[in-house]
């Protein structure tokens, strides 16, 4: 499979093997249309998540090259239509890509995260205690089956939402937690957040005095 340019543009031309009898194709063919499906399918996962967050430019962008790779690896598919090893390529592609869009997504951790939390033992004061590690944190104080809880609500960054997480789970083992996704948020509650306030507030009363 080869490309040429041509008075029309950009065309996807045959080998003289595949043209001969549309089915013998390069052993490299079905690999460049699984590695373009991954491409292209783990760009897509990238894209949603961004469509969702709000960065539309981004995903705008991101969208203009998933369509191009995905053009390619389509095209390579019905060149080679009866041969079953491009096809295999092709579904495993597709596949694969969902699978890598996920790692990818989950590593790049965008977006942010409402964690609730029901603490059936108030007098632990968790609220209190994350407040003093830098989190914003807002309290409601509510009634469960078997007493008083304490109600806490706070807004992270997803990256930050691991260390969160173990925080609460090792002060309040048995409170009930729940997250959820957050499509925008104002102000993200985590201590990188409070640290750098706390740090330019005291610069400015040290110029005051």
């Known amino acids: 499979m080869m490309f040429e340019f041509g008075d029309y543009g950009l065309v996807l031309g045959l080998t003289a093997s595949a043209a001969n009898d549309g089915v013998s194709m390069a052993w490299y063919i079905p690999l460049l249309i699984f590695t373009a499906r ?50 295999i390529a092709y579904a495993a592609g597709f596949s694969a890509g969902t699978l890598v869009g996920m790692v990818i997504e989950d590593k790049l951790a965008m977006g942010y995260r409402v964690l609730r939390v029901i603490n059936s033992k108030p007098e632990l004061h968790l609220c209190a205690h ?61 201590p990188g957040d409070a640290t750098r306030s706390r740090r330019v507030l005291g610069r400015f009363s040290t110029v005051r005095k």
């Open 130 to 190: 994350l407040r003093e590690h830098g989190y914003r944190v807002t309290r409601i104080e509510g009634k469960g089956r078997d007493g008083p809880v304490e109600i806490a609500f706070a807004v992270v960054r997803r990256r930050a939402l691991p260390e969160l997480l173990r925080m609460v789970n090792q002060y309040a083992p048995l409170a009930f937690v729940t997250v959820e996704r957050a499509d925008q948020a104002t102000m993200a509650a985590h």
């Open 38 to 87: 991954i491409l292209d399918v783990s760009m897509g996962t990238i894209r949603m998540i961004l469509v969702i967050s709000g960065s539309r430019y981004k995903a705008a962008a991101l969208g203009f090259f998933e369509v191009i790779i995905w053009v390619l690896a389509v095209s390579g598919v019905f060149v080679f239509l009866s041969n079953p090893i491009a096809l």
